[in-house]
Antibody
Framework: EVQLVEYGGGLVQPGRSLRLSCAASGFTFDDYAMHWVRQVPGKGLEWVSG????????AYGDSVKGRFTISRDNAKNSLYLQMNSLRAEDMALYYCAKDQYYGSGMGFAFDIWGQGTMVTVSS | QSALTQPASVSGSPGQSITISCTGT?????????VSWYQQHPGKAPKLMIYDISKRPSGVSNRFSGSRSGNTASLTISGLQAEDEADYYC??????????FGGGTKLTVL
């Protein structure tokens, strides 16, 4: 079964750091770009970051650029999001998503999603 | 990058057709063929319904179709069914090599 499972969310104080992880299974992980998308409960979707299959190219949304770092470990079929200098506005459900395009680039169409991990930023 | 503009809500009766619009600029929708649409039911993860403006992933009903005219993309659902009631989001690749989503549209099946 094709599956993405996120973990690592939780309660964190403003200004602190948190690292999210996403475990992939059921497909050849290193054939696809991967992304993080977040959603404030009851609100819309926001693309956070993406990374190509070999980590050769990464991209970030303006609201997280310079604070968040995306990475992957193909040997472990895992995607990560290091979040530093967290703010109240970063509080959201964070989804891991698989790019549907096979190959070298980021196609920005997401055919597999995890169930998300909640990040709460509060003192 | 500003969010794409979608109507907050649309509604229709079973069997009818509805269209959801998604308006951007020449730096996103109008400039690239990478427009996607997602369906999200309450408490669930989004599901890809349309990609590359008008292509349907395997398993998605042919009642769902996508199109684009200028800087506006559209999702049309024909033969509306109760299970189509959900939130719908458009997205587009941008000139900054990033992705932008629309604000979302709540579809109500009357």
């Amino acid at each position: 079964e094709v599956q993405l499972v996120e973990y690592g969310g939780g309660l964190v104080q403003p200004g602190r750091s948190l690292r999210l992880s996403c475990a992939a299974s059921g497909f050849t992980f290193d054939d696809y770009a991967m992304h993080w998308v977040r959603q404030v409960p009851g609100k819309g979707l926001e693309w956070v970051s993406g990374i190509t299959w070999n980590s050769g190219s990464v991209a970030y949304g303006d609201s997280v650029k310079g604070r968040f770092t995306i990475s992957r470990d193909n040997a472990k079929n895992s995607l990560y999001l290091q979040m530093n200098s967290l703010r109240a506005e970063d509080m959201a459900l964070y989804y891991c998503a698989k790019d549907q395009y096979y190959g070298s680039g980021m196609g920005f169409a997401f055919d597999i999603w995890g169930q998300g991990t909640m990040v709460t930023v509060s003192s | 990058q500003s969010a794409l503009t979608q109507p907050a809500s649309v509604s229709g009766s079973p069997g009818q057709s509805i269209t959801i619009s998604c308006t951007g600029t020449s730096s996103d929708i109008g400039g690239y063929g990478y427009v996607s649409w997602y369906q999200q039911h309450p408490g669930k993860a989004p599901k890809l319904m349309i990609y590359d403006i008008s292509k349907r992933p395997s398993g998605v009903s042919n009642r769902f179709s996508g199109s684009r005219s200028g800087n506006t993309a559209s999702l049309t659902i024909s033969g509306l069914q109760a299970e189509d009631e959900a939130d719908y989001y458009c997205s587009s690749y941008t000139s900054s090599s990033t992705l932008v989503f629309g604000g979302g549209t709540k579809l109500t099946v009357l």
